[in-house]
């Protein structure tokens, strides 16, 4: 049965131990994947498994829990990040399998809105994203862990912003619980990718960031070294097949690989 789950950033090496335990006792692939790919890859789990019979166990967070937990030895055998520079890291520690690595999708970075929309704004240097927050906060992921709040604090950074409103910025494990705090109205914007708002109804995006403003948005995709290549190789085969690309560019996302 196709199984899904959030990890936070913080957790203990306690915590992973029995975290790992709890994944080892799942049958089939096990799959460590950025939040942001939530709603794609509970899709593509589900058809997965109808094809095949094998099973799919999905762990979401921040791409940076996510490593160092593999780091620690958490059963992953397959690791798709939402930057290069995690993937760099595990590969650095011959903990990537070797020539399974490739890069799957591309995304954007957007400011979406909760409540009262504001409209529509041009994302530049002359932006008052301070007047915009009102008294309220930016929701971002970590910003110097997390992928998405990397970006975020570089565009920010490029155009000038990021010193306007450095102290208000809430800061969240992933950034789908920097969306949830937009959606639920506890900050009035945050910095998200462009399929995590398409995925909520409670948020509009009001703005997109130009993509030289920030590195680009990759999601590498790799067997981690150790695992079952009887499990890791299908699943990473389907991830570029056509059932996949459908879904993910159903979600907004642009497929990079062949």
């Given amino acids: 049965m196709f199984r899904t789950a959030f990890r936070r950033a913080a957790a203990l090496a306690s915590g992973i131990a029995l975290f790992a335990a709890g994944l080892a006792a799942a049958e089939g692939v096990t799959v460590f994947a950025a939040a942001s790919l939530a709603t794609a890859l509970g899709?593509?789990?589900?058809?997965?498994?109808?094809?095949?019979?094998?099973?799919?166990?999905?762990?979401?967070a921040g791409s940076s829990a996510l490593a160092r937990?593999?780091?620690q030895g958490a059963p992953a055998d397959i690791f798709i990040s939402a930057s290069p520079e995690w993937m760099d890291t595990l590969e650095a520690d011959g903990l990537i399998a070797e020539g399974s690595r490739f890069d799957l999708l591309g995304n954007t970075l957007v400011l979406a809105a909760s409540g009262p929309q504001p409209g529509p704004?041009?994302?530049?240097?002359?932006?008052?994203?301070?007047?915009?927050?009102?008294?309220?906060?930016?929701?971002?992921?970590?910003?110097?862990?997390?992928?998405?709040?990397?970006y975020g604090k570089a565009a920010l950074?490029?155009?000038?912003?990021?010193?306007?409103?450095?102290?208000?910025v809430a800061q969240a494990d992933n950034v789908r619980a920097a969306l949830a705090f937009v959606a639920s109205g506890a900050a009035p914007l945050g910095i998200v990718y462009g399929?995590?708002?398409?995925?909520?109804?409670?948020?509009?995006?009001?703005?997109?960031?130009?993509?030289?403003?920030?590195?680009?948005?990759?999601y590498p995709a790799a067997a981690i070294a150790g695992g079952d290549t009887a499990l890791s190789e299908p699943f990473l085969a389907y991830l570029r097949g056509p059932e996949a690309r459908a879904a993910f560019e159903r979600q907004g996302f642009t497929v990079l690989a062949p």
Avoid: C, K, N
């Fill in 69 to 71: 937990q593999i780091r």
């Fill in 121 to 150: 704004v041009g994302i530049g240097p002359g932006l008052d994203l301070a007047g915009l927050l009102g008294e309220g906060r930016l929701a971002m992921a970590l910003v110097d862990a997390v992928p998405a709040g990397v």
């Fill in 195 to 218: 399929t995590d708002a398409a995925a909520e109804p409670d948020v509009a995006v009001i703005g997109t960031f130009p993509p030289a403003t920030h590195p680009p948005i990759v």
């Fill in 157 to 168: 950074e490029s155009l000038g912003l990021w010193e306007d409103v450095e102290a208000r």
């Fill in 43 to 60: 899709e593509i789990g589900q058809r997965f498994e109808a094809a095949t019979g094998q099973g799919v166990t999905v762990s979401l």
